[in-house]
């Protein structure tokens, strides 16, 4: 059992990693459960998840979150890490390929105005 479970993981931090990244600089809300509702800076985003600061605030690994963004909505997900002042997540169904263009056109555009 122990030997399947290190494989799994393995092979889904290979498949994490395969994803590539786009970067942003995106003033944003996480909520956590409880509809507690954070401030935070969006660093990095794929279709399947996020990198985010997030000040001092803790997340637990696994942990529910909801993520707001332009032209998507709210994107359910789960915590993935969290060191440091940063977050690192999951979305639990991937963006699909046209919203997630039309989202990251919108997250630049943003920065721009800024």
Known sequence: MAETAR???LTSHAQ???TS???VDFDTVIIRPGNVRRDIKLVD???RGFHARCGHERFERGESISLRLPIVGIAHGRVMWSLRGCVGG???L???AR???DCLAE???STKRD
């Open 99 to 101: 919203t997630y263009l």
């Open 45 to 47: 985003i794929s279709a």
């Open 107 to 109: 997250l630049r555009e």
């Open 90 to 92: 999951q979305f639990l």
């Open 21 to 23: 990244r786009d970067l």
């Open 7 to 9: 494989r799994y993981e």
């Open 16 to 18: 994490r990693r395969q």
């Open 94 to 96: 991937p963006i699909d």
